[in-house]
Every structure is written in C-alpha cells, then in structure tokens.
C-alpha cells in the first residue's frame, strides 16, 4: 500500500483537560478554552485540584468564519476548535494572508484556498497533515495530490535537478505514468491511519487533536496499575501508578534545593504529584526521559479532606504489556 505520507515526516502528541464537572460552561471553563486556543493545553491539567474530565479537541478547518474561534456550530461548547495557524512551520506572510483572507470570505475549496493564500508547497503538506481541509470533502491522500498539482500549476514546485526529479510531482496530462497508474488504481493510496494521524498532529500542533493521547501509548500495560479514579479508596497507603506526564513544575524548597510537581493522566483521570528534593535528585532525569512515567507513591490527603496529592518515592519506566 501506497501513502502520501514519507517515513520521516511523522512524528508524536497530547491533550489538555477541561477542569469542573458541571455541563454549563463557568466563567474557570471559558478560561481554559481559551488559554488551550493560544496554545497553552499542557497548563491546563493544573489549574483546579477538582475532579476533571477530558474536553476532545478538534482541528480547526480552512472555512467558516474568522480564524480565532475555538468553537463552532454543533461543536460549540463540547470540543475545542484547534486554529489552523497555530500549525508548526507556517511562516507569517502565510498566516497573515491566511487571516486577511478569512475576513474577506469563506475559502470554498481547495484551489480557492491556495489562490487566495498562495502558501509554499510544504505549507500546504503540513495543513493537509493537522487536517484542516476536512470539511471541503476529500480524503487527505486526494488533497495531498490535489496540492501538489495545485503548486505545480502555480509553478513554486520547482526541481533543482530537472534530471532527476520525481516524476510523481509532474502533473502534465499524458506525460507522467506514475500520475496516470494513480489514477487507475485508486486503492493504492491509503489513507494515513487513526495513529499516524495523531503521530502528525503531534508533530504539528504538540498535542493531540482529533483523539485521547494515551492511544499512542498503548503497549503499556495500564490494567496492571491503581487507576488514577481509585486512588481515593487508598489515602494513606503506597501505591504504584502510571500516567502520561501532562504538566511539571519546578520549584524550590525552603532549604533552596529543587524539587518538582507533576500532573499525571491516565484513561480514567488527572493527579497531582511531588517528588521532594531527595526523590527529585534520584529519579528527575526518569521525569523528563519518560512521557508516560511509572510512580510509587503515598496517597496524602488535603488538609480539607476535599482530596489528595500523590507523594512520589520512586519513578521510572512503565511497564509494557
């Protein structure tokens, strides 16, 4: 199977979570939907030490009106609308063309989009990957091939060595045969997968858009740990725990030695952690190597009683399964 995707060209993910557990948007709601559309989801994960629940993102297509809405139609208010510009490696003559062009009219298509906003070829690779051409219809694989004959028409796909270059970015009628094999054999072109599209929306935005995270982290073997919704029923026990490290802080004690705060999710929900100064020292540098990361720790309870914190002793790699 064929796909417009190169090996290289796909990298990794992530996903904020909304704090409260009430339907009806509140004033601390509304905050963080909009801190998560400048681009600031991993902050969200410790702005509340209530009971928190995933909000999904969605990417944010090339139509519609105006660029800085985080929500839209029926999506609005259950998901949070990811702007097309915040996509890595868009220059700013792109995204300010992008915007100018948005407030004189809905872009239609995709050949409305390119003449309007004229971005370079790998611009263009790299908005079709986010996904945010979804709603003109056609699959990725199909804008893919749509973009490069729309750049080759435009003449900015230019070969440095005409002697060598690829014949699939010739779209000449009749004189490329790997165009017109494509054409005959539609089933070779595959679209990406599920994973590698948040493998690229990764890549592309720092986090996950169009699914939960933890699916890129699948081989880890999360029945064998506490879930993070049952660490209440153990307050004042050691347990060992596991989640995708979603925010971390560091901080200094009295004693002015470092020492770090995390938040760890995992499917069923969000915890606070410390690692105190003697835990940091030992087991810092597994903080930073693992994204997902492997706790033992003390379920220490809120002074209110209203909750708990999680006090690490040791950390490292998760268990695969």
């Not at 995204?95 to 906003?117: M, N, P, Y």
């Not at 270059?165 to 070779?188: H, I, Y």
């Not at 597994?286 to 809120?302: D, G, K, M, S």
Request: hydrophobic share 35%; proline share 6%; net charge positive.
């Amino acid at each position: 199977m064929l796909s417009f995707f190169s090996s290289d060209a796909i990298r990794c993910v992530d996903l904020a979570g909304s704090a409260g557990a009430s339907p009806k948007p509140r004033p601390t709601t509304i905050k963080l939907r909009c801190e998560s559309f400048l681009g600031s989801t991993r902050a969200l994960a410790c702005r509340h030490r209530r009971p928190r629940r995933w909000l999904p993102l969605r990417p944010e297509e090339a139509v519609g009106e105006g660029a800085n809405r985080s929500t839209r139609g029926a999506c609005a208010p259950q998901s949070i609308r990811v702007p097309l510009t915040r996509t890595k490696g868009l220059t700013d003559r792109t995204i300010k063309r992008l915007l100018a062009e948005r407030e004189c009219g809905a872009f239609v298509s995709l050949a409305d989009f390119h003449r309007r906003v004229k971005p370079l070829p790998e611009e263009m690779e790299a908005m079709i990957r986010a996904g945010g051409f979804g709603e003109f219809g056609q699959t990725r694989t199909r804008q893919f091939w749509e973009g490069q004959r729309l750049a080759n028409a435009d003449g900015k796909w230019k070969m440095e060595d005409r002697g060598s270059r690829n014949l699939e970015f010739d779209f000449e009628a009749g004189a490329n045969p790997v165009s017109d094999f494509f054409a005959r054999n539609q089933g070779l072109l595959r679209e990406p997968t599920r994973r590698e599209r948040l493998e690229a929306e990764t890549e592309l935005f720092g986090y996950a858009v169009s699914a939960h995270p933890l699916e890129l982290f699948e081989d880890v073997a999360w029945d064998t740990y506490c879930p993070v919704a049952r660490l209440g029923e153990h307050v004042g026990e050691t347990v060992v725990t596991c989640g995708l490290v979603v925010e971390q802080r560091t901080h200094h004690q009295i004693t002015g030695e470092p020492m770090k705060f995390l938040t760890l999710a995992d499917w069923t929900g969000m915890v606070e952690t410390e690692l105190f100064a003697q835990t940091y020292k030992s087991y810092g540098l597994a903080t930073v190597r693992y994204p997902v990361l492997e706790v033992t720790a003390t379920v220490e309870p809120f002074e209110n009683g209203r909750g708990f914190s999680l006090r690490v002793l040791r950390a490292g790699k998760p268990r695969i399964g």
